[in-house]
Nanobody, 124 residues
């Protein structure tokens, strides 16, 4: 079993930045690809970013490409999402997820473990 705990969400003005963190515990963090997803009110949970175990491959949704950066520190069992140039459309609950393989994935259904989420609100 893997436990994931997100932090770093909050209220920010449009154009601002936030950095989300996700700390994993329990079963070894080793060889796990990680991802960030988000869910706005009344909408489905959508892919945001993913990173492979080695940190060498990252993929982003078109809506965040060039503004968000996913990274990881395997020594700290932590994955990050740096969010810059935030816009009101980025408002959502952001979820961290892990999958028991080293390959990154953009598919929600390929992730076995999920955090509880952290709220990000961007005001105009």
């Amino acid at each position: 079993q893997v436990q994931l705990v997100e932090s770093g969400g909050g209220l920010v003005q449009a154009g601002g930045s936030l950095r989300l963190s996700c700390v994993a515990s329990g079963r070894t963090f080793g060889s796990f690809a990680m991802g960030w997803f988000r869910q706005a009110p009344g909408k489905e949970r959508d892919f945001v970013a993913t990173i492979n175990w080695y940190g060498s491959m990252q993929y982003y949704s078109d809506s965040v490409k060039g503004r968000f950066t996913i990274s990881r520190d395997n020594a700290k069992n932590t994955v990050y999402l740096q969010m810059n140039s935030l816009v009101p459309e980025d408002t959502a609950v952001y979820y961290c997820a892990s999958r028991t393989t080293s390959a990154a994935s953009t598919s929600l259904n390929r992730f076995e473990y999920w955090g509880q989420g952290t709220q990000v609100t961007v005001s105009s």
